[in-house]
């Protein structure tokens, strides 16, 4: 029950919002809902390690299972372990700092703070799921008010963007159902069939239903996850998206994706995944040196988080379709890293853009001069993207780099090397961006009499910054806290490679 | 002996007799010549209405009357009282197109008469006795979709809609004399017994199924719906859409999973076929419209697509999803049509364009109207996604995955549609948006039931154990 209070707090705060009036009222409200959640993440970080302190080795703790549709085998069950402990603390670090970004939002606020309260919701929900049908739910849940968010409070060609993502989205949602369909109907034990993630995982699914349906179900999942070739919603939407729905987009809704990868395609379907692992490395190193070299190419700055968000979650996959145990530890490390650090980038390019409104690097320039708090964070983004020592993005890559070059396949290597190489033109574009926007002599004159960072604005970046140094000079206590979780996954591959 | 039979003709026969007695009330206040006032009787026919509404809940009965002619059992109560929860929805929501009418009760009439011969129709245990409450149904609606008598669109509504219903009918009657030819009977539960696949009772199956196409608007029997739902005006729009498609979906399960049981694995092709065709000709239509109501028809016909795929499925979860999600679906359609009447009623406008910003006059029906949209759609939390996902669910266990992907895909493109409605209402500019409007009493309650559905039926899964309770029956 513990962790239903996950989805029910944020469900109390849309409910509170629906009776506010008032920009005021809505935004005290919000940020009280969201910080009630953010202390409540931490208290159930503490809570893990208790139990975990006292013995208790189960795979999945809170454990809570109660029947839905009983005919159906429909049961709502929530569970964590120390994968989805990460991202729900990285759910809650987006979510205040989104918050707390959107602070002047004008127009409509209402409706904007429900939609970041609802998606929200759909994030905390999704990643406690540990019955397919409700991971589903929620994974649906989130596509229309990020629609709705793009559409109405966007910028540019907002109503492509909006339609981009929400129809591309839903498109990978109607794999992931087939996906889903195919598994729960290749669990009959006398025709009771099961959603049950722990009960399939226990099962044996013969492989060719396994051959069959995990396409369906990476790339249903991938498409969340920006896979390459079906990333393309991804540059449109975040660059047309308000900040607080950039940060949410790039931060937790693409970690929706990776985590369905991993739980739901890579545990569920292990011979699958073992097979199929040539074509997502594949697919990933095309990613991540694609979406490189295409970020080179950008000038608008919310176009360069874009895509480099392509090539670091290429990462993610990379690390997923290496299937040794510290490549998905990487894989999940990265998640969490790329969600706070692209979460600071967008936080950084809004508050640049409400001041000076315009993206476009070559006409910014100097901003370190009259905007100094916020040039520092814009650069902290980027080195921690572009993976200096002692920030969250070098602790997630190196531990991607080491996993996959565990695997003692030349090819594999091949592909380790490509992608390492990419880290190369990252720092190109990262300095690149930094040097022509924040460094230099001011470019406009106007921009003189620029105001810094207020209050809200400085304590969102400071929470984020506190977590990516937090993973970057200790990450021991993250590294600790996804092993257990990784190595169930990595038995079952395991399990799936000696049967055959 | 007799006094028994007497008792179980007024308990099984419950809600017809409601039916019944109401006309009566309104044929009497006709006669009588008194002056009513349009709001006094449409006050109390909403009355009489729900009353016809509560007593559908109370006292189930299974029973079979008259040699099978007239059969009821849990599940065809079920049926019937959706049915009549979408008629008294229907009844509050044409408050302010009937306030002024001069005949009201006219129209009601005719409406309570076409529900009528619906519930004929679900109950029969004969082919003839479908026949009959199928007529005693459609033909009355062909009045109703004539009831803008100014306007030339409506006329012409109901002759097409009369014409294509009277040509259905013929197939079905060929189709039902060539099944009595072959097996000698015409009950249901006979049908069955005598199937020997012999050619003609393939063709009769066709026929038969070809009648029920027409009906139900499937591809390719659908080229009446888009015509005839524009010209009728919006209310009975929403009757044709919800009402008289859902009664003729029923039977068809019934009579599929009964009749013509061993014949499943033709009917599943043939259901796959239509399916498919339907989904996606619904849709790719529905993408080009601009008046909302033609949009709903092509939308309906597309929903209908997704209905035949839980119809191929196993027979109880196929017959349970198919029930539950025509209860979502008039909760949604309903809603939609809802917020579509009062705008059409106050100021006559049916275009997609003209609803551009309409969020800025009225966020409230902008609200109603997007979330039965999003129902129609299947996107959580709504209770749309539930009904599509058992749908599919039942589908899928018969191990058809092609047609689930097919089907899933059209989900998309039916998104799509959607969200366009959507983005006009809330993300559009508009220089001349629709006036803000004062919602009357009725209409609202009416849209409060439709959206409490819409949200709740979802999350209380006790209301699918029940339908699936019950459709172990055939």
Redesign the interface.
Known sequence: MLLSLLIILPLLTALAILFCKGLKQVRIVSLIGASAQFIFSFGVLFEYWKERASGNTAQFLFDFNI??????H?HYHVGIDGISLAMILLTAFVVIAGILVSWTQETLHQEFFLLLIILSAGAYGYFISLDL?TL???L??A??PK??LI??WGSGK??YS??KL??ML??GS??V??GL??L??STGINGAHSFDLLEISQMHISTSVQN?FFP?AFIGFGIFAALFPFHTWVPDGHSSAPTAASMFLAGISMKLGGYGCLRVATYLMPDAAHRYSPVIILLSTVAIIYGAFATMMQKDLKYINAYSSVSHCGFVLLGIGMLTQTSITGAVLQMVSHGLMTALFFAAIGMIYSRTHTRMTEQLGGLLKVLPFISTVFVIAGLCSLGLPGLSGFVAEVTVFMGSWQNPDQWYRLATILACASIVVTAVYILRAAGKSVMGPIRNRQYDHLTDAHWNERLAAGILVTGIVAIGVAPFWLYDLITPGTEYIIQQVGKAITLK | MTMIMGIDFLVLMKQEWMVIAILFILLFIKVSGDDWQNENILKLVNILMFINLMTGFFGYRDGILFNEMFKTNHLIVTEKNILSLGTFIISLQSYSWLKNNKQVIEFYLLLLSTLLGMFFMISAGNLLMFYLGLELSSIPLAALANFDLEKRKSGEAAFKFIISSAFASGLLLFGISLVYGTTGTLTLSGISEHLDGSPLQILAFILLISGFGFKISAVPFHLWTADVYEGSPVTVTSYFSVISKGSVLFVFVTVLYTAFKSYAVTWNHILFIISVFTMVTGNLFAIRQNNLKRFLAFSSISQVGFILIGMSGQSQAGTASVVYFILIYTFSNLGAFGVISLVSAYSGKENIEEYRAFYKTNPRLSWVLAISLFSLAGIPPTAGFFGKFFLLMAGAGQGNYLLITIAALNMVVSLYYYLKIIKAIFMDTNENPIDKLLTPPSPKLALIICTTGIILTGFIGYIYEYIYSMSTIF
């Open positions: 029947s839905w549709f009983e005919s159906l429909i049908f589903f739910f929620f649906e849940l596509v229309i629609f709705m559409g109405i907002k109503e909006a339609m929400a129809l839903m498109a109607a794999l159902f087939v369909m195919g729960y109907f069959t369906f």
